[in-house]
C-alpha cells in the first residue's frame, strides 16, 4: 500500500498478535502524525525487555531476576500451585486477588496438531517442584478449550500419583450473560460445577 520503510513498519506490527492491517496502519500513523511520540524510548524499551526480563526459575513467569517476585514473596503459601498455561495467565488470577499460592507456568499447553507434547511443556519442573511434600493442591487454570483440557486431563493423570489434591477452576456462565446465547458446553459445565446456596 505505501511506499518503501511506512509498509515495514505496518507490516512489522502487523505481526504482533491481536494487530491486524488496520491497527497496524493506525499505530503506525499515530507515530508518524504525533511529534510529542517519544520513539527512541519504545526502541529502548523494546531493547531492554530483550535484554533483562527472563524467566523465574523456580515458576516460569516473567522477571528481570532469577525468581519472579511472586516466588520472593514469603507471604505467599507454597502448599497451593496454581498451574497456568502462559506468564499473562498469572497475571490475569493476580488481578482478581482471590489466589494467595504460587505459580507453575507449563509454557503452552498439548496441542498435537501444532506438534506440542508433554514433553514440549514444563512438567517435569512441575514434578520436580512437587517431589518434597510441601504441595497439599494443585489448581488446573488451563484455558477452557480443546488444549487446555487434554493438558489437564494429562496432568490430572500424572497427580493421581502422589498425595496431593487436584483441582479444575470452574467454568460455566459469564455474570452478565443470558443463557439463550450460552453455547451446549458452557451451559453444560455450569450444570456440572453448580453449588448448593
Given at each position: 500500500?505505501?511506499?518503501g520503510?511506512?509498509?515495514?513498519?505496518?507490516?512489522?506490527?502487523?505481526?504482533?498478535?491481536?494487530?491486524?492491517?488496520?491497527?497496524?496502519?493506525?499505530?503506525?500513523?499515530?507515530?508518524?502524525?504525533?511529534?510529542?511520540?517519544?520513539?527512541?524510548?519504545?526502541?529502548?524499551?523494546?531493547?531492554?525487555?530483550r535484554?533483562?526480563?527472563?524467566?523465574?526459575?523456580?515458576?516460569g513467569?516473567?522477571?528481570?531476576?532469577?525468581?519472579?517476585?511472586?516466588?520472593?514473596?514469603p507471604?505467599?503459601n507454597?502448599?497451593?500451585?496454581c498451574?497456568?498455561?502462559?506468564?499473562?495467565?498469572?497475571?490475569?488470577?493476580e488481578?482478581?486477588?482471590?489466589?494467595?499460592g504460587?505459580?507453575?507456568?507449563?509454557?503452552?499447553?498439548?496441542?498435537p496438531i501444532?506438534?506440542?507434547?508433554?514433553?514440549d511443556?514444563?512438567?517435569?519442573?512441575?514434578?520436580?517442584?512437587?517431589?518434597?511434600g510441601?504441595?497439599?493442591?494443585?489448581?488446573?487454570?488451563?484455558?477452557?478449550?480443546?488444549?487446555?483440557?487434554?493438558?489437564?486431563?494429562?496432568?490430572?493423570?500424572?497427580?493421581?500419583?502422589?498425595?496431593?489434591?487436584?483441582?479444575?477452576?470452574?467454568?460455566?456462565?459469564?455474570?452478565?450473560g443470558?443463557?439463550?446465547?450460552?453455547?451446549?458446553?458452557?451451559?453444560?459445565?455450569?450444570?456440572?460445577?453448580?453449588?448448593?446456596?
Amino acid at each position: 500500500m505505501y511506499d518503501g520503510i511506512v509498509q515495514e513498519l505496518i507490516d512489522e506490527f502487523g505481526r504482533l498478535p491481536g494487530i491486524g492491517p488496520k491497527s497496524a496502519q493506525r499505530i503506525t500513523f499515530h507515530i508518524l502524525q504525533t511529534p510529542t511520540f517519544d520513539v527512541a524510548r519504545l526502541a529502548e524499551l523494546l531493547t531492554d525487555v530483550r535484554e533483562r526480563v527472563r524467566f523465574c526459575e523456580i515458576c516460569g513467569n516473567v522477571s528481570e531476576q532469577d525468581r519472579c517476585a511472586i516466588c520472593r514473596d514469603p507471604r505467599r503459601n507454597p502448599a497451593l500451585i496454581c498451574v497456568v498455561e502462559d506468564a499473562k495467565d498469572v497475571s490475569a488470577i493476580e488481578r482478581t486477588r482471590e489466589f494467595r499460592g504460587l505459580y507453575h507456568v507449563l509454557g503452552g499447553a498439548i496441542s498435537p496438531i501444532a506438534g506440542v507434547g508433554p514433553d514440549d511443556l514444563r512438567i517435569t519442573q512441575l514434578m520436580s517442584r512437587l517431589a518434597d511434600g510441601t504441595v497439599q493442591e494443585v489448581i488446573l487454570a488451563t484455558n477452557p478449550n480443546l488444549e487446555g483440557e487434554a493438558t489437564a486431563s494429562y496432568l490430572s493423570r500424572l497427580l493421581t500419583t502422589m498425595q496431593i489434591t487436584v483441582s479444575r477452576l470452574a467454568s460455566g456462565l459469564p455474570v452478565g450473560g443470558d443463557l439463550e446465547y450460552a453455547d451446549e458446553v458452557t451451559l453444560g459445565r455450569a450444570f456440572e460445577g453448580r453449588r448448593t446456596l
